[in-house]
């Protein structure tokens, strides 16, 4: 038993392939990340130019549309459309319409009338709210960069780029933060491993050591012993042959 606890003493401490796999991976793709933040951090002719900008979006959007376009006219959608008697479909509302009582047709335009001006509300609050919501990022932006001269230009003077710049900067620090917990767990096992293996193995070897020197001594004290009552008996036997 104790030579098979000091065996599994002995034994390293093997990390599992796919955690070691994921962390390779993670950490690839973090430094492909930040490769790309630096390469579009530095211009043409060394000026700094936005780390990442509303553009991004709209030429996301514009790619994913123009698939979409492609796709429609691959798939033939209009003709299949054009087959579909839309204007029968529309005559035979329209007649349904006018049998509804004019109470109905009355609440419906006004309803319709409402929605209307509730987006032409809508629209003008948004733009207002858009506004305002600019010129608090220039604001921000400005004293930032009059705080600190080295952002001074990755930031588009906007609410959009500030948000989408402070999205960015949250998602790389926290990648950051991923591979130095990788790293840092792998460091501290590594540390476990071998100090911990060499402390077992000490520990082990002492004490197969004194089990060992304690079963020599034991075996020794057995065998001091026999001779002894041997002695004694043979002893207590003449004795009682001399009073017979």
Known sequence: ????????ANRPIRESPNRTKAAMARAALTLLCLVAVSGTAVGEAGAKQPLISTDLLYSTY???HGAYSEAWKKADIDGLLAKVPIEDLKKEVSKQMDTLPPEVKQGISEVQIKSLQLKAMVSEYTEKATTQADELAHALITKLESEVSMVKGLVKKSAGNLMLFACWMSFVLYMMLKI???????????VCCFCCCGCCRSRGGAKAKTEKNG???AKSSGKAAAPASGSKSGAAAAKAKSKK
């Open 1 to 8: 038993s104790a030579r098979a606890r000091a065996r599994a």
């Open 62 to 64: 514009e790619l994913l």
């Open 215 to 217: 079963k020599a001594k």
């Open 180 to 190: 130095f917990l990788i790293v840092w767990g792998l460091f501290w096992s590594a």
